[in-house]
């Protein structure tokens, strides 16, 4: 009886593929497998390409800062982990050569350092500089230009630091791990770590920051992590990657991995779906065999044996076409990139193949389950009846097993519930209007397809015959082309943003320190030179005193300085307050009211001033609205109220402040003035004339910065781009597939419209009105639930501002027509050059 | 002696639930059918034969009365032991022929031997179509063969198990004439060497005569007509 089974299994598997009879299925299969393998596969690459690539601006893959000394035995541990290992530490210092001072950041560096990205250094100051893999050397410290300026010292000379001197060796121009905060940072010394005793400026009191750089596979850093964690303490370490990194890069880095993880989740459901068609064509076609079998004396048991076997011989075969087709895909989109995006991608994953298998295997089995028992439950009556169908009428069976099927599996590769979450209950939500579409469109169909036989009423009394059995279809087109939307939008709406935030011709330049007198012969002296000072911002350097009164404690910014790599100078025991009427670019209110619109300030007493303050500064100090801050500036005690609370983003390349004082209050002090501007590339040399009347003006160079940023933004937006594609590829063929699994069920209908002699004109006219009705149908469902899913994953998964895409709507509903429409004629079009005795005879 | 019953039907009626209500397509019937006997059932269309038919062999379930096969009562089985019945003792040839499209001509014959789990299925099914005058064909699809061939091949499978039972639902119908007479020929031979009970639905008087006996349906009731000059 197994043997039976088998052998029958077998032959009917052999023939009906060489028959072509099981393209459409094998096909799904192939297309699932092949586009989750590629997807998956091309997306891990290069994600780790773009993490390896990321990893230089923190220098390593992975950093552990501390506010104790580094304990050394877990260096040691690291390197028995397989860990390449460095260290450094960070203070601020004041740093004397010829009577002058000038307080800096001063970085000493292990021999290893840095484990990711390279040094820059040049002879001179301000020049574009090269890289180097050399450090300085024990006596000798390298420094930024600003200092050489500000210190009125050039290369050779003795620079005092603490307890011990340096001669300066080199010009630091750049070192991979300084962040993106550049605007207010102290100008960077860089030394050998073993003359950091000597200085003694890392005493008690002194606010240190011990670094360790870790580098190595990241099985090996996950170990050692998993080995390091018990022993870390959460107020003195802080553990970080690229992606915790809250700087530009990183939040690109980790976006771009969600978008990675949220194209492979639709590939998943795409690959489902259309699974789940192909099961259901499948199942239809073979009601004929079944009722044969069953009415030659067949068992129940050998029915399920045989179908059984031949899905599974389907679906093996399936997979390792798939596998094959897919991993040939990804390597050739991977060639294609090869060049424009400079990282290795050789790494082999064997996740996404698991994967790839798991979901054509689950899918091909789950997604064909009612289908099949639909199939098993064909009545061998059929043979005399042939109007009879299955009798299996429960559909709820079907939802459930492959909707939790689709959810298992998009959690299990996530690993992220809440964009399965969201991404399956959008989906969920519109199956369900779907369905209350199909009864109206029941309904519709019996108002419109009555009366004389036009293509236009052909086309509506067959979406009325077929509505139920349609849905599936109408369901399946809807969620591919919402899939296919939210993949595209996600796209536009995150590159949009990469590019907002760097647009062309965002300052390269920081003026630092204008004098009130420079400030107008400044702008008179760029103006002349053509170069743009975008805006001069009034510094007052003040020092923060009280909240309400009650003294703080000691400076402002001791966690500060841990928390944001690049921010850590943003306030010291000064801090820059500025005034200003406007909110600056970048910065939102978050609480309260901004100074004009302050409905407060009209009706405080004349004294009483307002500011506001950068919030998870006042987070930390636990300043709330109307609190009263004093400030000395100067010899003068000033106290204002604060009426707002900003989010200011850091990274931005702007200058940003803690406290923004209203104009009125600091009217009497004399500022300095901040300022930025753009000098394109080729104006570079123009520099040194351009700031020589300024001497005392110090200048802050990130044009190179920038350019890395928008580098890594460009190569991460070109990825996104690569990975749209190849899921449009896969939508496409779905979509292909569909509309030829549907065709396939209309050829009956044709071959006796065209028997019955009707003309090609209105079989064709009628099939591309219903096409159009059904395209039109499931790209406005799939453009509102579009929305919907979007809106949830902007919101809750990439932490984007959400905003409605009108032009979609119309879009996606008279593009879905078109597609699907075009497809329809297309494969009617060809059904109808066959002739129709040959129609016939190809069905049963 | 006497002939022993192959069926024997007691007052067997079918009834369906239509949205309009109960429908009786067929009315209480009883008749009985010797070992080696060839029936034919004739009517007009939707007199009930087909219907009649699907109860005798099984297919369907009757909703009152009893019938019994060989012996073995039918109506008591569920559709599982009925399928098994199916495969013991009966064979089937239809109007559309019934072959499965993805399977060869020789494969379609080997099909209920395969599933009744007879060993030499293939040379079994091979000597039948050399009877059937096919054997030329043996590794052509259904769609490659003419309705009068893709007919013979289905009588070819029809006989592969030795049933004791043949029934037939407007073999002929979808044929021309030579092709019609080629398959009674073939079908009335087999029958005879085999001794097998025949139940033959047709429209056609001439095949009808060929029966030993004839039933009339009308109205989903049965009379019997005549009893041919062929019995002995
Ligand atoms: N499940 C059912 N539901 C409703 N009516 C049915 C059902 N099965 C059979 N009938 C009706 O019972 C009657 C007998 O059908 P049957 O197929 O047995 O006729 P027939 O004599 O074989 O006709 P023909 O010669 O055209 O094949 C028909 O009127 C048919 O419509
Ligand atoms: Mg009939």
Redesign the interface.
Known sequence: ?KQ?AF??AW??FK??TK?G?LTIILLAIILAVGSVLSLSLFSERLQSALTAKSAEFIAADRVLDSRNPMNEQWLAKANEFGLQTAQQVYTRSMVFANDKLQLSELRAASSTYPLKGKIKVSDVAFAQGAFTEALPQEGEAWIESRLLQSLDVKLGDEIEIGAANFTISKVLVEVPDAGFNIFGGDPKVLIPLDDLANTQVTGPGSRVTYTAFFSGSSANLNDYYDWLRPQLDNEIHRWKSIEDDNSPIGNAVSRAEQYFLLASLLAIVLAAVSIAVAAQRYSQRHY??V??????????N?VQQIYLLQIIFITVLGIIIGSVVGFVLQQLVVWALADSINVSMDAWHWRPLIIAIFTGSICALLFSLYPLLKLFSV???R????DLGANLSSRIIQFIASGGAIFLLMWAYSENLTISAILFSSGVLLVLALLLVTYGLIWLGRAFGQGRMSAWRLAWARIHRRALDNSVQLISFAITIMLLLVVLVMRNDMVQQWQDQLPQGTPNYFLVNITQNQQSELAQHFEARKVNVEKFYPVVRGRFVAINGEKIRTAVSKEDEEQQSSGRDGLGREANLTWSDELQTGSRVTAGHWFNESPLSDTLDTEQYGVSVEERLAERLNIKLGDELTFNIGSEVVQVRVTSLRDVNWQSMRPNFFFVIEPKALAHFVPTYLASFYLPKEQKSELTQLMLPFASVTLIDVDARIDQLRNIVEQVSLAVEFILILVLIAGSLVLVAQVQASMDERQQELAILRTLGAKGRLIRGSVLCEFIIIGLTAGLMAAVFNELSLYLLQSQVFQMEAKLHWQYWFIAPVAGALVVSFLGALSCWRLLKLNTSHLL??M? | MTPIKMISTNSISKTVSTTQGQLEILKPISFDVSEGESIAIVGASGSGKSTLLSLLAGLDEVSSGEIFIDGQAMHTMNEEQRAQLRGAKVGFIFQSFMLVQSLTAIENIMLPAEIAGLNDARSKALKLLQLVGLDHRAKHYPNQLSGGEQQRVAIARAFITQPKILFADEPTGNLDASNSDKVEQLLFDLNRELNTTLILVTHDPKLAAKCQRQLQMHAGALSEITSSENAE
Do not use: C, F, W, Y
């Open positions: 009886m039976a052998n029958l032959r009917l023939h009906e028959r009879e004929d065999p009722a044969i079998m069953k009415t030659l004396g067949a068992s129940k050998m009545s061998p009556l043979v005399l009846r042939r005879r190809q049963v």
